[in-house]
Structure formats: structure tokens, C-alpha cells
């Protein structure tokens, strides 16, 4: 199993540049989580998606986006990109909380900068 | 609104040391408890996961303590190795709008040194 899998790695975006992180996962887990970590600040959560065509707003929503059309993929979208948006973005899947184990997994992560 | 807080911020001990990390959260309404470790640049390894009707989990020389009516958990770490140096997260998992989210703490960097 791959588990969690993110993709770019890397990437440098100029301000008002638009793109989409991406994040597959081959656990058939219900939740997908998309978090963001700026330093000594800990992961902020941005949007969760608790199954298929069902998303919701986190703790830092504003310019970003979310869908969900499988339970595979949660792709992230970034709209006219702002130096502010700068950090290292995880995604995280997990079975339903009441499914015996709950372990959330986590991606390797995308280190964006914004300039 | 739930708040996890991690003591101490930073910690460095010689290698051999056992040691306790702690994590405190205000709202006792979780459904679990969860400890992360980050390398440097890295993702998250999920190290224990404690159910909330758990009192503790044990993996290796790593044992995590859970305590939901007084909203504390604790990390202890036997007979510490330079390679268990790393940031260590403690997340607990709450009710949210229509389901479940992971609160983290914003994490206890530990340093052993040879």
C-alpha cells in the first residue's frame, strides 16, 4: 500500500498564481483532512471531507477550495496566491472514528512559497 | 474551542534518559488521542493511538497515558537514543461539524545527545 500520497513536493508560486495540490489515498478510508504547518505554529486544519461529494470548512479556510468526487482523492486548489499561503501542507486520511481503529496517516507533505 | 497545549516547548537530554512529555486539551469530548513524531522536513509516523475509553498504550520503549476527565496525556519515552530525536505532536480527535478532525498541539522538539 502507498497510503497517503501528496504531490508536488515542492513548489514556488508567484502572487496571484493559481494551482491544485494534489492527494490520493489507497486505504479506502472515509475521512480526507488537508492541514497546513507554519513554523513553531503547529498543523492548522483548512478543509475535511468526511466521504465522497461531502466537504467542510477548517480552522483556515479562506482562498483555498476543495472537492471531493471519489473517496480516493482530495485535491486541494490554491485561487490567486498570496505570500501568506506560504507553508508546508499535509493531507491525512483516516477510517470513521467508530470503525475500531482510527489512525489517521499522513502524507509527506507540500513545502509551497509564494513570491 | 479546543486548545492542546504540549510542555515543554523544547527538551534536550543525554542519551540513556527516560523522559515525559506532556499534552494537556480543555475540551474533554474526544473520541481519541494521538502521537505523532516529525523528522526534520519530513511527514507524520503516527507512534500510539489511545481510544478515549483507553487509560494507556504501549509500543516498544514508548508508553502514552491517557487521563480525558482531567484532559491529559503523557508521552514516556525508556531509555532515550540520539535517533529519537524529533519533533513529537500530540493530536486529539473531536467532534466537528459533520464529523471528526484532529486538533494538534503545536509540539515538544526533543534533542539526545551521544
Known amino acids: 500500500n502507498a497510503g497517503v500520497t501528496q504531490t508536488p513536493k515542492f513548489r514556488i508560486l508567484k502572487i496571484g498564481q493559481s494551482m491544485t495540490l494534489q492527494c490520493a489515498q489507497d486505504m479506502n478510508h472515509n475521512y480526507m483532512y488537508w492541514y497546513r504547518q507554519d513554523p513553531g505554529m503547529g498543523l492548522k486544519l483548512i478543509y475535511y471531507s468526511v466521504g465522497a461529494g461531502i466537504t467542510d470548512k477548517g480552522e483556515v479556510p479562506n482562498g483555498y477550495n476543495v472537492s471531493r468526487s471519489t473517496t480516493e482523492d482530495f485535491p486541494l486548489r490554491l485561487e490567486l496566491a498570496a505570500p501568506s499561503q506560504t507553508s508546508v501542507y499535509f493531507c491525512a486520511s483516516s477510517p470513521i472514528p467508530w470503525e475500531g481503529n482510527t489512525e489517521a496517516f499522513f502524507g509527506q507533505g507540500t513545502r509551497l512559497t509564494v513570491v | 474551542k479546543q486548545e492542546v497545549t504540549q510542555i515543554p516547548a523544547a527538551l534536550s537530554v543525554p542519551e540513556g534518559e527516560n523522559l515525559v512529555l506532556n499534552c494537556s486539551f480543555t475540551?474533554?469530548?474526544?473520541?481519541?488521542l494521538q502521537w505523532f513524531r516529525q523528522d526534520p522536513g519530513k511527514g507524520l509516523t503516527s507512534l500510539l493511538l489511545?481510544?478515549?475509553?483507553?487509560r494507556e498504550q504501549t509500543s516498544g520503549r514508548l508508553n502514552a497515558s491517557l487521563d480525558k476527565s482531567s484532559g491529559r496525556s503523557t508521552l514516556y519515552i525508556a531509555a532515550s537514543q540520539p535517533g529519537d530525536s524529533a519533533t513529537y505532536l500530540c493530536?486529539?480527535?473531536?467532534?466537528?461539524?459533520?464529523?471528526?478532525?484532529?486538533?494538534f498541539g503545536k509540539g515538544t522538539s526533543l534533542l539526545v545527545t551521544p
Open positions: 489511545i481510544q478515549s475509553s483507553q
Open positions: 475540551d474533554s469530548a474526544i473520541y481519541n
Open positions: 493530536a486529539v480527535n473531536r467532534p466537528k461539524g459533520s464529523g471528526y478532525a484532529l486538533n
